[in-house]
Structures are given as structure tokens and as C-alpha cells.
């Protein structure tokens, strides 16, 4: 297996070693390739993602990054420039996140509420196309515009993933989320597809909730959700949340899959680079050890993927509070775990 690895800023570099270190426990045979691209490179040359390095990811069976985005640089160069560029060349439509209150993780929530869902998250359209602009910038009369895109083509094959993953599931259930009331356009055309495709899937059953009252439901009442399809912003948005109420957002992964397979998929933790706590050792590496373990099953590697999320369900079984945090020691215990 040939993994790209793209460290990135703050604490990516940190959390992507600890991935690592659990990967080749589990998988001697991978060979990695690191790429410097962030803060550092751009400050340095200007680049963000020359056309070579990314004709080069693509040669790579997956791609393992860290975070990218740094107090230094403005806001959204790195964002767009690079995560978003990485994104939508590789055409990474489905962004799975999974959430799910591991046995013994303290939720912040009323009870013991089970939390596990699978959002289905659109990721190459939405706000984040870019498709918009600034009239009469610096002028008491400017106009900024941030146009949504949504497309039959885009919209039919994430709602299809997330079918199919339903029906994976136990529970068979899946909840689209979006604003309907109020973005009508987009909403009539994200309504009518997920009608029309579970025609196919009568096993599934369906509901919608808007995404205000998502909100509400993901923290007082997380049980009603099972999989979870929704729109590039609402579920960058939603998966927050919903990390914060499974154990946190050092505990979140996430899987920008092709389903194709035409491109490389990348694998990263929910969270960003948090500069407020990088180079302190305080961060936790098991949202990137997950990652780690659906970069496994998506390469077909059930097996191994299993044994990566079982070392975690045990470690955080059985953690104490002072290792929350502690990213090298974590990511010992989940690498000794995972091997053995
Ligand atoms: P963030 O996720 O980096 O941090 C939010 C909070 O969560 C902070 O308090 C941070 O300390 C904490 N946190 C994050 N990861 C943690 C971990 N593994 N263990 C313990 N605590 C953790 O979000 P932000 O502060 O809004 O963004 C910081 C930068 O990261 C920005 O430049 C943003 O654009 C970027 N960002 C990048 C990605 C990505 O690369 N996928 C995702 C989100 C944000
Ligand atoms: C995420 C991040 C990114 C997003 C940003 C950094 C572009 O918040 O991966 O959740 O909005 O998708
Ligand atoms: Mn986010």
C-alpha cells in the first residue's frame, strides 16, 4: 500500500505521527511518502499544492492528513488553497464522519444517551464551490455573495452512498438534513432525490429534520439518528456537534472518499490545527488513529480496521483522565494495542 502523508500545520504533524505509528503495527508493509505542503511551504515558496505534487498524490493508494490552517497565514488560503483544492480535484464527494459514544467516554450529555451515527457529508459542492464575490469592496454599498452550488449528479451520489450505508447499518435508518423552509431551491432538488432513491431501498426508512432542529435533537435526543445525509456546510457544522457529543473533537475521524476509487481518498481527523494547544503535547491523537482505521477498511483491510478500532474502544475503556491529552503516550498504548 502506498500512503501519502500530508502532516500539515499545528497539531497535524503531532496527531499524523501517533497515526502512523499505529498503522505500520498493523500494516508492516505500507510504504509512506511525506509532503510538505502547508504554513511552512507557502510562507517559504508561496505554494500551496503545485499541479506536480498533486499529479504525484494521485499515484498513492490513500492519503493521510493531519490539519491544515495556521494563525499566520489569512484566513482561507490554506483552507481553500489546499484542503478544499485536495478535496474537490480528487473528487472526495462522500465526507463520511461517524460518531459514536465509545463505552466509558464521558458525554457531556443528561444520561446515558447512545450516540452513533454516520453522517454522510456532500463534499465538493455547497457554499464551498467558491461561486461568489465582493461588488464595490471597501464601500459603504459593498456586496459579498456565497453562491451554493448543488447539482442532480452531486446531490444523486451522495444520497445513494448514504443509502447503501444504511442498509449496512442495524438500525436502517437514514435522516436527511437541511433547511427546506428556507433554502427551497436547493432543498426541493435534495428532498425529491433522496424520494427518488429510496425507491430502491425500501428497507431504509426515512425522515427529514431541519438542521436548526438537528441541532436541538443531536444533543437531546442523539438516539434518533442512525445515518445522516446533508450538504457540504450543514454537515461541516453538524459534525461538531456531534463529535462534541461523542467524547470530543480529539476523538472525531473522518474518511473524503471517491467511492469510485478513480481517485485517491484521504483520511484526517474532524478537528483542525488547533493552535492554541500545538507543540504542548496536550493533543489527542485517536480522531487520526480512527481515521487511520477507515483508511483500512476502504482499502479492504476489514481486518486490520478492526483491530485498529478495538484498540481504541479498549484504551478509552480503560483510560485514565491524567492521559487525556497526552498525545505520545496515547499513541503508544493504541499502537502496543493494535499490534498485539
Ligand atoms: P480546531 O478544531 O483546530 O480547534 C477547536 C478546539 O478543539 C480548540 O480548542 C482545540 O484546542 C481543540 N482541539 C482540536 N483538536 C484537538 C485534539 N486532537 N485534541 C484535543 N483538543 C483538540 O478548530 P479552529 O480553532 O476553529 O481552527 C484552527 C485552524 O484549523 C483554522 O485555521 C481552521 O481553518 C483550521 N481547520 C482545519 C481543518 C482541517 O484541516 N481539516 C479542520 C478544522 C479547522
Ligand atoms: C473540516 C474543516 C474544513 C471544512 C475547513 C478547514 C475548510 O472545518 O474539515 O471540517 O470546512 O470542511
Ligand atoms: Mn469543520
New binding site residues.
Partial sequence: MKLAVIP?D??GPE?VAEGLKVLTGVLPSVETTTYDLGAARWHRTGELLPDSVLRELRQHDAIL?G????PTVP?GI??RGL?LRLRFELDHCVNLRPARLYPGVPGPLAGDQAVDLMVVREGTEGPYVGNGGLLRKDTPQEIATEVSLNTYFGVERVVRDAFARAMRRPRRHLTLVHKTNVLVHAGQLWSRVVEEVSMEFPDVSVSYTHVDSAMIYLVTDPGRFDVVVTDNLFGDILTDLAAAVSG???LAASGNLDPSKANPSMF??????????AGTG????T?TVLSVGLLLDHLGLPDAARRVEAAVAFDLATRQPGSI?RTSAIGDRLAALAAS
Fill in positions: 500539515g499545528g497539531i496527531v492528513l490539519a491544515v490552517g495556521d484566513s490554506l483552507e484542503l470530543g473533537i480529539g484526517e481527523p474532524v478537528h483542525g490545527s488547533a493552535p492554541d494547544i496536550q493533543a489527542d491523537p480522531a491529552g
